[in-house]
Nanobody, 126 residues
Framework: QVQLVESGGGSVQAGGSLRLSCAAS????????MAWFRQAPAKEREGVAA?????????YYTDSVKGRFTISQDNAKNTVYLQMNSLKPDDAAMYYC??????????????????WGQGTQVTVSS
């Protein structure tokens, strides 16, 4: 049974940093796409960043976080990270980890992912 557990959320001031972690258990695919989504109140869930691990490693970001967020993974720990720097109030949301056994072809669409975590809250005050 695949389980994704997020951690690392919290409350920071604008300009601050947080590192989110997503620990995967029961997820042993050799090719996988793992992503971070976020959802603010009354807004749709949006893709923030994704990482493909297979014969190569590829990373993908939504435009609004490029240069500020970095997605990475530790295969030995089966964990994906999202380093978030220069946080803005618009970044405040519930952040979810998602996983899909395969390429990150449509990584920004929630429907493309089979497995989801429960989420971790990020609050950014101005």
């Amino acid at each position: 049974q695949v389980q994704l557990v997020e951690s690392g959320g919290g409350s920071v001031q604008a300009g601050g940093s947080l590192r989110l972690s997503c620990a995967a258990s029961g997820y042993t695919y050799t090719r996988k796409c793992m992503a971070w989504f976020r959802q603010a109140p009354a807004k749709e869930r949006e893709g923030v960043a994704a990482i493909y691990v297979g014969t190569y490693i590829g990373t993908y970001y939504t435009d609004s976080v490029k240069g500020r967020f970095t997605i990475s993974q530790d295969n030995a720990k089966n964990t994906v990270y999202l380093q978030m720097n220069s946080l803005k109030p618009d970044d405040a949301a519930m952040y979810y980890c998602a996983a899909e056994p395969g390429p990150c072809g449509s990584w920004s669409r929630p429907a493309g992912f089979v497995y989801w975590g429960q989420g971790t809250q990020v609050t950014v005050s101005s």
